[in-house]
């Protein structure tokens, strides 16, 4: 079956513009999470989605980050005002939401390029 | 506050070697722990996963082995591959906490 996955692939932004991230999960599974990856770095936490609600947004650096799951399924990463230090990979994963599994499969990421 | 780290940044092994990666954790409440493989320009892949009531898991050519006494994870890697090359995070979370906290990963080189 399909795994998860993003688009774009690179989105290339200037400084202040606002930008959106997709992701689509594996299909039926109701977890989603955003992660932030920078160069060297591991990934690093931003929200997690059980089905429409953010179940934890602890992650977000500040208030120009915003995400979203309407439905259930696909999630946007929104990012408004954009600066050089939002350069990184925004990855997505997805879960099914069973109790004591957590096994998060990724998707390939988009990586942003704020000019 | 929490952490999860590496030892080493760079493992360089012989093809056919085996391969042991390290991993310290600093949260007592960590119960769940997995080992990522991430190649260049991709996703992390899932490798293997423990959870804390137990001390090691086998997976096919690999082993992950946990030391909750030191708070220490290890992954090895038998007659390890060329196609084994990249980078490995280990990451946990505890009960409660769906998030997942990633270390810093070692990146393993395999010389053919």
């Known amino acids: 079956g399909a795994g998860v996955s993003q688009t774009p692939s690179n989105k290339v932004t200037e400084k202040g513009k606002y930008v959106e991230l997709r992701c689509d999960p594996i299909?039926?599974?109701?977890?989603l999470y955003w992660y932030r990856q920078s160069l060297g770095q591991g990934p690093e936490f931003l929200i997690y989605f059980q089905g429409t609600g953010a179940a934890d947004d602890s992650g977000l650096p500040n208030d120009r980050f915003f995400a979203v799951r309407p439905e259930g399924s696909v999630s946007t990463l929104k990012i408004q005002r954009t600066e050089r230090g939002d350069s990184a990979v925004y990855l997505c994963?997805?879960?099914?939401?069973?109790?004591?599994?957590?096994?998060?499969?990724f998707g390939p990421g988009t990586r942003l390029t704020v000019l | 506050g929490e952490s999860v780290g590496l030892h080493l940044p760079t493992l360089s092994v012989q093809e056919g070697d085996n391969s042991i990666i390290n991993c310290a954790y600093s949260?007592?409440?960590?119960?769940?722990f997995i080992w990522y493989k991430q190649e260049s320009g991709k996703g992390p892949q899932f490798i293997i996963d423990i959870r804390s009531n137990m001390d090691k898991r086998q997976g096919q050519r690999v082993t992950v082995l946990l030391n909750k006494t030191v708070k220490h994870l290890s992954l090895q890697i038998a007659a390890t591959q060329p196609g084994d090359s990249a980078v490995y995070f280990c990451?946990?979370?505890?009960?409660?906490?769906?998030?997942?906290?990633f270390g810093s990963g070692t990146r393993l080189q395999v010389q053919p």
């Open positions: 299909s039926g599974h109701t977890a």
């Open positions: 990451a946990e979370n505890h009960t409660g906490r769906r998030a997942l906290t």
């Open positions: 994963a997805s879960s099914p939401h069973q109790a004591g599994v957590n096994e998060q499969f």
């Open positions: 949260n007592s409440a960590s119960d769940y």
